[in-house]
């Protein structure tokens, strides 16, 4: 899909003139601000395909939001909201979204697999199963939403245009680094493996300057910073998970996580077996042969895709 070509009769005296002001070069005289024009830009792109009520409703909404037009007290159909978040939503192929300044995009991870992310400006995103993040990488930020999964991130320095990835309960704040983000229910931790990152709480309003080698985890609301080993917990990035002693349950649990993949156990005795070692993740055969070779148990791949764990 490409974005639509848009015909002057279409728009009203008041968006031809933001129109040209959109398309003008920006001055430090006359700065542009990148979520208005990105916002404008959706409405006035939404032109092309009706001129019905609702769209015309739409479009002067956003022209009230930029200043253009004076408001007018009369009632506001309920359906603009609902219009709004159509508009912002009209998916194109290879996983974004359509918006007129081309910003916004999104990434969703597969439902069994690990998927491998590379933004414009460099940055690479390795997403857990049915992970999914929505980026905007503008000429003065950079923001990534978190929206669920597990997420490593080696972000592309830049000290102007610091990195920030957001979840529903916090906020990390990064210049150039690599680091973790692990979210289940209610328990976040962000582990720094390398560089400077600020972490915050959008809910208690805690905030914290991490070093390498740190976590930040909440629990549940229960705030604390720790000695890690980032390079065990980033090494799902890598291909592979680190154990040690750990239950098999335990195992299991972390594997559904980041591959989408279950660990059957056919008895309770095999789920309380213990290991320390690495299980790969990109490949079932290799992760049965590693799992019969570490334990007395016997691992066979699934048709599903799974793993069945059965005692030897």
Known sequence: MTAPNLKPDALSEQERTFLGSLNAPASPDAPRNEEEAALMGTWLA???????????????????????????????????????????????????????????????????????????????????????????????????????????????HDEKRPLTVTTSSHRAVDLGTEFNITQTGDAYRLTLVSGAVRIENLKTGYASDLKPGQSYIDQAGHERISDDAPARVSSWARGHLAFEDASLSDVGVAFQRLTGRRLIFTTPAVARLHLSGTVNLDNVDRASQALSAALPVTATPTAQGDILVSPR
């Open 46 to 156: 939404m032109a092309a395909f009706a001129d019905t009520a609702e769209i015309k409703a739409m479009r002067h909404e956003a022209l009230l939001a930029a200043g253009v037009v004076r408001p007018v007290k009369r009632p506001v159909s309920r359906y603009v909201g609902i219009g709004l978040a159509a508009c912002l939503t009209l998916a194109i192929g290879g996983g974004g979204f359509f918006a007129w300044s081309g910003r916004m995009q999104a990434f969703t991870a597969p439902a069994q697999g690990i998927a491998h992310v590379t933004l414009k400006d460099g940055t690479e995103i390795t997403l857990s199963a049915g992970g999914q993040i929505r980026s905007r990488i503008g000429a003065s930020k950079r923001e990534i939403d978190l929206v669920r999964g597990d997420a490593y991130f080696a972000v592309t």
